[in-house]
Structure formats: structure tokens, C-alpha cells
């Protein structure tokens, strides 16, 4: 049977964790004297109430996870903590409906970016940050987190990592799980406060260099301005989040290697490396010439604009500085296209993955060696190494996993009545933790507050299913896992 004691005593500990994240906000909320400030103070007590229950409840529990605790426990503290994150925005007011509540805040956790507001810069201070916080947090995983700072707390931790972690090869920088997770947490805290840095340094006031630094390492998006980095009309901005995106959809891995290791030729020896870079650069260039020729774009702004929403949408980031919406529908495609890919495993982006991409490319061409060679062993090999076949399998199944559910969103929201391009891009947008889509009714520059209530519950799931990589949060509803044996 399930050790749900010791789920709910992990639970417990981390709501102390978002109490103490909510704090920070309400601190601020106090400072600016804004109206959200009692919010904080009510969700914060909340939040610590539901966290002191959940440590009742696993009281006296065994410090040790098995295989089947590690996915309930990853999949029910995303749940729960989007739950009690969704209680300042209810509290204050600002999204008095429980439905677009925990839509924003999901979206926020996960990391997809969508918004169901139709005027962010209504938001005070502390509420702004606390979406900004959400990304942030939810970049690299709530239990990942965790594991970095309390590597005590979540015994079996390789199991939880395996359960949270994104890409079909989970790369370790250390033989201790807990010193890879701190490792990982410092390059992803050190991109943040340089990201911040050079906001800062290309015009950006304090607080918006902060919340744009969090989501764009985040690969998020939240802004605190309607219009995005549109609203600051300046080319270092856009240049600089340009840098951050990508980084922050590089392998944290290959960028250990490359920062604190030296290993500089690793970095573009790197086949998962040159196919995202190499995406991005051919997606750039044909978009760009689509904005010059079909949309009288000067070739600098082409340049600027095609590759700034290239690496907004391959590295699932969605932030934007036009409205892609306005382009030829030949564009919609390559972005569709840099959507479902995603960048690398191993980083902050969502999407398919550029491994995955780079091992069905070395599967089907050793499919077609078989053909002329029967008996032929063909091993298939990324980056020197040997992908076992139960690697292979399990590719295929994400594949086809990934697809079928954004297939049966799609028909499930045409039935609700959104049309079929909105269907299709939103669909893919969430299963990738994208944000924005590619529709005229709901554009990169706008609200989602339109969809009806069914269809936010039904992409809510979508978003933590691909931020959890689809498994994680199937493997619950099969018979097996409740088997006893």
C-alpha cells in the first residue's frame, strides 16, 4: 500500500516553504503600503495552518520514499501547492474566481505563463511579485528545490528527482543528488542575477528588472507590463532577454561543464547542443525573411523580432515584444513547429525536447540501415553513449503520450466551443508550458479570461502534465499503481 504518512509530512514541509515565500511578498506588499497586504498576512497564516495539519497527519512517519510515494507525492504537492498559492489572488480580490485563481497560479508553477488577466499592471506590487515567484520557483521543480536546500527531508530522493526532472536522460554532476540540485540551483541563480543585472544596465527600473530576470531564466513569461518587453521599445532589452532565454533553455548540465568545469568543446560537440542552436538560427532566418518581404519589416527589426520570438517560443518562455498574430500564417507554422519541439532537456524550458528530437532522427535511420542490413546491430548512440532500448521504448511511448493528449484537448475544446486554430495552439501551448498562442481570438498579446470555466479546469491538468513530462501524473490513474503487490 501507498505511505501516505510520509507524503503528508513532506507536504507539511513544504508549505512552510511557500509561507516563507509568501512572507517575502507580503514584506513588500507592507513597504508599498499597497491594499493586497492583509491578503498576505491571511494566506501566509493559511498556508502554515494547512502545512501544520499536513505534519499531524505524517507524524511519526519513515524517512523514506518508495518508487510509487515519490510520483504521488510530486504530482499531489503541485496540486496542493498551486492550491494555497491561489490565495492571495482570491483574498485580495484581484481574481475573486476560484476557477482563474488557481488557473493563473498553475500556470505560474508550471511555468506555461498563460493569463486569464486582462490588465496586469492593475496589480499591486506584492501580488505582481508573487507571480513573478510562482515562475521562479517552478523553473527547476518545487521538490527539486527542496532537495537542494533540505536534502534530509525527502528520503529516496533519486526517485523524487526521477519523478520531477525533464528529458529522457537524467545527466548527474555529482554522486550525491543533493550537491547536483545545489550546483544546479547556483547556475540557475547566478543566470537570474545576471539577467537582472543587465536588465538593469539596459534601462529597466529595480523591480521590473527583478520580475522580468525570474521569468525569463524561469522560462516563463509573467510580465509586469500588458504589452511585455514590448512596452520598453528597446533593442538591448530584447537583445538581453534574447541571451537569457536560450541559456536558460540550455542543459544546466552541459553549462556546468562549460562554467565551472572548462570544457568549452563540449558545449558545441553536443548533438541535443547544434540542434537547438541550429533551430533557432534557421527558424530566425525564414521568419525574417516573411517579415521583409510580407510584412515591410526593416532587416534589423526582422532580425530582432524573428529571432526574439523564435527563442521566446522554443525555449517555452512567451514573453513577447510584437504581436506574432499580425504575421503571414507561414510564420505560425515554424513558431507551431519551435513550440512542440521545446529547447533541451535538463533546462528550465518545457516542449518535446531537442534529445528526444535527436533520437527518433537516429532511430528512423537506423531503421532504414535494418532494412538494407537484416542482421546488422545498429546501437543508437547521443553523444558517445549508448541509449538503452527501454530508453527507446519509452521515447516512443512519450511521443505518442504527449501527442494523444493534445489531440483529445483539442477535440475536448472544440466541443466547448473555441475554435480550431485556438484549439490546436492552445493545446499545444500547455502540453509544452508555452503561454502564448498563435490564434486571432487568443493571440501572444492576449488575455485567456475568454475560454469557459470547463476548458481552464481541462488545461490546468494539461499544464502540470507537461510540466511533470505526461507520466508522472498518468501512472495514478492506472490499476497497477494502487495494486497492493
Not at 512572507?23 to 493559511?46: H, K, P, Q, W
Not at 521590473?208 to 514590448?230: I, R
Not at 532589452?237 to 568543446?265: C, E, N, P, Q, W
Not at 513558431?335 to 519541439?341: A, E, G, N, R
Amino acid at each position: 500500500m501507498v505511505n501516505f504518512k510520509v507524503i503528508y509530512k513532506i507536504i507539511g514541509t513544504l508549505l512552510f516553504i511557500e509561507a516563507a515565500m509568501m512572507s517575502i511578498c507580503m514584506g513588500l506588499a507592507l513597504y508599498t503600503g499597497d491594499d493586497d497586504s492583509l491578503a498576505f498576512v491571511i494566506s501566509v497564516f493559511l498556508t502554515l495552518l494547512g502545512g501544520l495539519i499536513f505534519k499531524y497527519l505524517g507524524r511519526e512517519a519513515e524517512n523514506s520514499l518508495g518508487r510509487r510515494e515519490a510520483y504521488l507525492l510530486v504530482t499531489l504537492t503541485w496540486i496542493i501547492f498551486s492550491l494555497f498559492g491561489a490565495l492571495p489572488f482570491l483574498i485580495s480580490g484581484y481574481i475573486p474566481d476560484f476557477t482563474n485563481a488557481y488557473f493563473e497560479t498553475i500556470s505560474g508553477f508550471t511555468t506555461t505563463g498563460c493569463s486569464i488577466l486582462d490588465d496586469v499592471e492593475n496589480l499591486p506590487h506584492g501580488t505582481l511579485f508573487w507571480r513573478t515567484m510562482t515562475q521562479w520557483i517552478g523553473g527547476l521543480g518545487i521538490v527539486f528545490f527542496t532537495i537542494a536546500i533540505i536534502p534530509s527531508l525527502v528520503g529516496g530522493n533519486v526517485k523524487v528527482f526521477s519523478a520531477e526532472a525533464t528529458g529522457p536522460i537524467r545527466a548527474k554532476m555529482h554522486p550525491r543528488l543533493s550537491t547536483t540540485a545545489k550546483w544546479i540551483w547556483s547556475i540557475y541563480f547566478l543566470l537570474t542575477i545576471s539577467c537582472a543585472g543587465c536588465y538593469y544596465l539596459a534601462g529597466m527600473g529595480i523591480f521590473d528588472c527583478l520580475n522580468y530576470a525570474m521569468t525569463t531564466t524561469a522560462t516563463g513569461g509573467f510580465s509586469t507590463h500588458n504589452a511585455s518587453t514590448g512596452y520598453f521599445h528597446n533593442p538591448y532589452i530584447d537583445y538581453t532577454a534574447i541571451v537569457f532565454m536560450f541559456l536558460s533553455g540550455t542543459s544546466f548540465t552541459l553549462l556546468y561543464a562549460t562554467l565551472f568545469k572548462g570544457r568549452f568543446r563540449q558545449f558545441f560537440h553536443n548533438s541535443e547542443f547544434r540542434l537547438y542552436l541550429s533551430l533557432v538560427l534557421i527558424a530566425s532566418l525564414l521568419i525574417a525573411v516573411f517579415l521583409m518581404t510580407g510584412n515591410d519589416y526593416q532587416l534589423a527589426d526582422a532580425i530582432r523580432v524573428s529571432l526574439f520570438q523564435v527563442t521566446s517560443f522554443i525555449t517555452t518562455t512567451g514573453i513577447f515584444n510584437d504581436d506574432a498574430a499580425q504575421w503571414h500564417h507561414t510564420t505560425w507554422v515554424i513558431l507551431s513547429i519551435c513550440m512542440f519541439i521545446g529547447a533541451s532537456s535538463g533546462s528550465t524550458s518545457g516542449g518535446f525536447k531537442c534529445i528526444r528530437v535527436v533520437m527518433v532522427f537516429k532511430i528512423l535511420k537506423n531503421e532504414f540501415l535494418r532494412i538494407l542490413h537484416p542482421r546488422a546491430v545498429l546501437p543508437v548512440r547521443v553523444n558517445d553513449s549508448i541509449v538503452p532500448y527501454s530508453a527507446q521504448v519509452t521515447l516512443l511511448a512519450f511521443l505518442a503520450a504527449y501527442a494523444g493528449l493534445c489531440i483529445f484537448t483539442y477535440f475536448c475544446m472544440i466541443l466547448m466551443g473555441v475554435d480550431s486554430t485556438n484549439s490546436i495552439t492552445i493545446a499545444l501551448s500547455c502540453a509544452g508550458n508555452v503561454g502564448p498562442t498563435l490564434g486571432l481570438e487568443i493571440g501572444p498579446t492576449m488575455s485567456w479570461n475568454i475560454l469557459p470555466m470547463g476548458v481552464k479546469w481541462l488545461l490546468s491538468g494539461l499544464m502540470l502534465m507537461g510540466r511533470l513530462e505526461v507520466f508522472t501524473v498518468l501512472v495514478l490513474f492506472t490499476r497497477a499503481f494502487w495494486k497492493e503487490n
